[in-house]
Structures are given as C-alpha cells and as structure tokens.
C-alpha cells in the first residue's frame, strides 16, 4: 500500500502519520505497592530492553511529577519516540499507530511483572486516551463546505486585494469540533482539521489532530470527506 493512499480506498490520501499517542490512567505506586522495587535498575534494565537512547541518568530526573521520560527506543519492529512516567499516567508515543501504542505499553508492563514483580494484570489499565496526528491529502472542498464560508472567502479575498491593490485570495484554513471545555474538569482535546504548515494551498495537504486511535481518526477524516463531496 502506498502511504499516500489510505485503506479505506477513497480519494482521501495518507501522507504521514506524525503522532500516535497512547495514554493510560494508572496510579504509578499501585505498581509497586511497598515500595520494594529499586526504580534505578528498573530503569537500567528498560533502557537495555527497548535501546533507549535518551533516559533518565540523575537523581533530578526521576520526579514523576514532572515525567520521567525515555526517547528513541525500539520494541519489535516498531520505533518508541517516547515513553513518559507520571504519578497517574503512562504514555507511549509512536509514529505508526495507537493499536502499536498501546500494545508496546502493555507488553512493558508484562515485561515488568515478570521482571520485576511489579502489580500488574491485564484488567489493571481501565481507561485509555488517544492523541492522533496525521497529515493528509483531498482535492475535497474540506474547510469551505459551507456556501456562507465560500462567501466570506470570496468577500474578504475582494476587500484585501481592494485594500492591497493586488490580487490576494482568501481561503478557509481550519475546521475544529469541540466540547465546551467548562463542562468537564479536563478538557479533551478537539477534533481540527486545517492546511498544512510550510505547504500551498494548491497542494491540497492538510494536517488534522484528533482525541482519538489512529484507525478511527482516518475513518472520520474519510467520512467526513465523502460528506463534503456528496454536497458538491
């Protein structure tokens, strides 16, 4: 498969995937309930593991409160970019999926209860957030559905070249959803899909990030395409 054409087989075209974040709400002293394991050769035997390149080598760095972190690692044929532990999360971050995200921060843990005993079981992680970010190509109208917004498009593009005495052209940049972020103590990120930095506008390339695993991000992202072209 070309990584500019996504599964889904429509006209909406993979280009990258830039971030697949997984985290996992956990309580980090529940892993280690007495406090018997020596964090420093944990920490040693991860980095010889998973080939950590950057990792903590001081005692300044591991404060969980401020996130222990791990850079460059590999498990399997997947790149770990970063993994993160805090006083109530772990995170994993790679650049191909939130499945391998996710399944390479569970192997971790399975690693660390039969090496070092830590507290862990399969049903110990029960809740999971998501940070997707992709970039993407779609010659679909995708920020400027709305004829209200092709109008304000067109009448801002006509009172700047006015104003500029050149031919300038406006065009709709971004499309966020959200949820109020004052109806919940933690905010989730929002759901946005706007031109990618550094690239015309010509070229039809887009960057969207999303609260979500990657699969279903893609699987919106090509929804919400069709929608746009089914209007046309």
Same mark, same amino acid.
């Given at each position: 498969? $070309?990584?500019?054409?996504?599964?889904?087989?429509?006209?909406?075209?993979?280009?990258?995937?830039?971030?697949?974040?997984?985290?996992?709400?956990?309580?980090?002293?529940?892993?280690?309930?007495?406090?018997?394991?020596?964090?420093?050769?944990?920490?040693?035997?991860?980095?010889?593991?998973?080939?950590?390149?950057?990792?903590?080598?001081?005692?300044?760095?591991?404060?969980?409160?401020?996130?222990?972190?791990?850079?460059?690692?590999?498990?399997?044929?997947?790149?770990?970019?970063?993994?993160?532990?805090?006083?109530?999360?772990?995170?994993?971050?790679?650049?191909?999926?939130?499945?391998?995200?996710?399944?390479?921060?569970?192997?971790?843990?399975?690693?660390?209860?039969?090496?070092?005993?830590?507290?862990?079981?399969?049903?110990?992680?029960?809740?999971?957030?998501?940070? $997707?970010?992709?970039?993407?190509?779609?010659?679909?109208?995708?920020?400027?559905? $709305?004829?209200?917004?092709?109008?304000? $498009?067109?009448?801002?593009?006509?009172?700047? *070249?006015?104003?500029?005495?050149?031919?300038?052209?406006?065009d709709p940049m971004i499309v966020t959803v959200g949820h109020d972020?004052?109806?919940?103590?933690?905010?989730?990120?929002?759901?946005?899909?706007?031109?990618?930095?550094?690239?015309?506008? *010509?070229?039809?390339?887009?960057?969207?990030?999303?609260?979500?695993?990657?699969?279903?991000?893609?699987?919106?992202?090509?929804?919400?395409?069709?929608?746009?072209? *089914?209007?046309?």
């Open positions: 498969m $070309s990584i500019r054409r996504h599964v889904l087989g429509g006209p909406l075209q993979l280009s990258a995937v830039i971030l697949a974040r997984v985290l996992a709400y956990i309580e980090v002293v529940d892993l280690n309930p007495r406090g018997t394991i020596f964090f420093p050769e944990l920490v040693q035997e991860l980095v010889k593991r998973y080939k950590f390149q950057k990792y903590p080598q001081n005692i300044d760095e591991f404060d969980e409160s401020k996130g222990v972190e791990f850079h460059q690692g590999v498990s399997g044929g997947n790149i770990i970019q970063k993994f993160v532990i805090w006083n109530t999360l772990l995170v994993v971050e790679t650049r191909s999926n939130t499945t391998d995200s996710k399944e390479i921060l569970q192997e971790m843990l399975q690693w660390g209860a039969a090496r070092f005993k830590l507290n862990y079981k399969t049903e110990t992680l029960k809740k999971f957030a998501y940070v $997707s970010d992709v970039t993407f190509y779609s010659d679909a109208p995708l920020l400027g559905a $709305s004829p209200a917004i092709a109008r304000l $498009s067109a009448n801002t593009s006509e009172a700047i *070249s006015e104003i500029w005495q050149e031919p300038i052209r406006y972020p004052m109806a919940r103590k933690y905010p989730i990120a929002p759901f946005t899909i706007q031109r990618r930095a550094e690239a015309r506008f *010509s070229e039809n390339k887009y960057f969207s990030e999303a609260p979500l695993p990657t699969d279903l991000h893609l699987t919106l992202l090509a929804k919400y395409e069709n929608d746009v072209l *089914s209007q046309q």
